[in-house]
């Protein structure tokens, strides 16, 4: 899942109400530091007391963000897998751990002994370098190891990696910061999906039960949407640099892109709402032909979690269930959603380097992790007319596949199949959401799903042609 434009503050923790501590001020000389680079600060390979002290920091940082978003659960729920797309929270928890295991004291820490060597196949994701693993859709049977095992897990692994990172000399610390850098992201994808999961488990439940109690912002009138020209040229895409970025955002290179227009917000609940009004999941003219198979297959009425109460749709948050605000912008629609949207209304949607070259312009901040809200929350009309929101609320789909970009080289290794080997079958998503940390996100970052994927905070934003 570069931060050029990261080094603000933090805000300030008590507004996530999750009881979550971040520090005001990271320094980002290690957490940033490229897979495969030299330290951007030192110019050297190696480390410094200071570097060493910022990665710990970070690690830790993160780490216990992980446990922080789990403060809430009760037992039961660290349990329960909802679907085989989601992963019950005590398994993130323990996989985390283990990519820090598996990848960083199985190979670095010579003297390093497994708390429980059966973990390396109970956790392991989808490593097919690293060995068997157990059964995807089967993770929500595992009522042993216990959450209080699990942490014991936590504590024993994290142990080991400050004190490898403490006694690292310069040349061992080249080696370590960039995969405990990796460590440290991938930590970061799976809080977002902890939180997504959550949220699905929730929904499954009558009870409606409440992750967070929250009011949500609540704007009557959203700003208006308006349409803002990108000229065409031959941009350079892409990430390059020492800064941190996965392997799928390189190698940065050019792509002519004609001009086109882009729209100022995401689209709404309440545009959606006219979408469903007009017929719009009742005529296959606006759908793609495996969206519609999508749509029969799934029974598909609405974006995933809204409910109908009469001439009223209700929907499922993080905070429970409640009426739909009709300028929120729209959230769980599926790529076959967002296309057969953007059709009806006569648009389409970006393509990823469409959406980069328009992100350019904006800071890396809005409506993510730290904002508390854990929802999108409307564009504010103060700003109506100028770009908003491509950072955080949902993330955007894009019409392109993801693809390796030219020149495109996975890590060598068992980290090989962190990214490369899920090019097939599925589409870019841009901006970061309402569960993506500020830390996580840049202008490059290309996430990815499948088309027919609901369950994660996917929203959409328009593109048109400009006519020639
Ligand atoms: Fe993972």
Known sequence: MGHAMLDHDMPCPESIGLGISIPNRYTR????????????????AGSSSSEATDLRLWYRHVRDLTQQLCRTLATEDYVVQSMPDCSPAKWHLAHTTWFFETFVLSRAATSYVPLDPRYRYLVNSYYEAVGDRHPRPQRGLLSRPTVDDVYAYRSYVDQHVLDLVTEADEQEMASLAPIITLGIHHEQQHQELLLTDVKHLFAQNPLHPIYVTRTPPRQ??????????????????????????????????????????IASRPVTNGEFLEFINDGGYTRPDLWLSAGWSALQEQQWEAPMYWQRDGSAWWLMTLSGFREIDPSEPVCHVSYMEADAYARW???????????????????????????????????????????QQMYGDGWEWTQSSYSPYPGYRPLPGALGEYNGKFMCNQYVLRGGSCATSTSHIRPTYRNFFPPDARWQFSSIRLARDVEL
């Open 220 to 261: 009557s009138k959203p700003s208006p949407m308006t349409w803002l020209t990108v000229e065409g040229d031959v941009h350079w895409i892409g990430h390059d640099g020492p800064r941190f970025a996965f392997d799928n955002e390189g190698p940065r290179h050019q792509e002519f892109i004609r001009d086109f227009q």
């Open 29 to 44: 000389r290690v957490a940033d530091t490229k897979v495969g680079t030299r330290s951007e600060t030192t110019g050297r």
């Open 345 to 387: 209304r006569g648009a389409r949607l970006p393509t990823e380097a469409e959406w980069e070259v328009a992100a350019r312009g904006s800071e890396v901040n809005g409506n993510l992790l730290e904002s508390g809200h854990l929802h999108p929350v409307a564009a504010p009309s103060s700003d109506a007319g100028r770009l």
